[in-house]
């Protein structure tokens, strides 16, 4: 048979506080790191490649990127309309069931 854990209680000690250190410490740093090789990667994209100017495939992604971005925000939006109107009709149902049901 395997044996029952133990679930251990939580004490606060030194130990605990340097691993929460060192996590905040790996955290910020990791952070910092990708946000200055996302400023380095705007830079690159806007280089010719073999003698073509790559602006306009750039350009033209980046708006097809925020088409779809658009369509994406649209419908999760319009899907929460429709679980709403769902919820409000569903409470409604078992309101005027309810009501019938007390009648009799």
Do not use: C
């Not at 769902?86 to 007390?102: L, M, P, R």
């Amino acid at each position: 048979m395997s044996k029952k854990l133990k679930k251990k209680e939580f004490h606060f000690n030194l130990g605990v506080l340097f691993r929460w250190i060192v996590f905040a410490i790996l955290f910020y740093f990791s952070i910092n790191y990708l946000s200055q090789s996302k400023s380095s990667l705007k830079v690159n994209l806007n280089t010719n490649v073999l003698g073509v100017n790559t602006q306009p495939v750039i350009l033209k992604a980046q708006t097809i990127y925020e088409g779809y971005k658009k369509q994406i925000v649209t419908f999760i939006d319009n899907q929460i309309v429709d679980i709403k109107k769902q919820a409000v009709t569903k409470i409604y149902d078992e309101i005027i069931k309810n009501i019938e049901t007390s009648k009799k």
